[in-house]
């Protein structure tokens, strides 16, 4: 009897235990760059009325320059003459692929936006 109540508690034990690494692991998926391109894409979505194709360039667009961020820039020093290169690279990359995929009006908005 006595064995069999402790195969239980340690199975609630080990039940409770592996939530809670689940729940660690999707706290950490939050800073994935696909995770942050879709929550931008969303509001940017909403704000500029993109259709789907504009949708999945943007996307795309958003997690090159989030990866190349990673690489190249966060927790870098800004002061940096090569980090402050990199960064006006990307950010010009990024603004040239804007300016692509956006309308003119959907691209002002967005630049007011921006400000």
């Known amino acids: 009897m006595k064995s069999i109540i402790s195969i239980i508690a340690i199975a609630f034990a080990l039940m409770f235990n592996s939530n809670n690494a689940t729940a660690q692991s999707l706290s950490q998926d939050q800073a994935r760059p696909e995770v942050v391109a879709k929550t931008q894409v969303s509001q940017m979505s909403e704000k500029l009325d993109l259709n789907g194709d504009q949708q999945r360039s943007i996307f795309r667009t958003l997690v090159t ?18 980090v402050k290169a990199n960064k006006q690279k990307i950010d010009a990359e990024f603004d040239n692929a804007m300016k692509k995929t956006l309308t003119d009006a959907q691209y002002k908005k967005w630049l007011k936006m921006n400000e």
């Open 65 to 82: 320059k989030e990866m190349n961020y990673k690489k190249l820039v966060n927790g870098n020093d800004l002061n940096d003459p090569t």
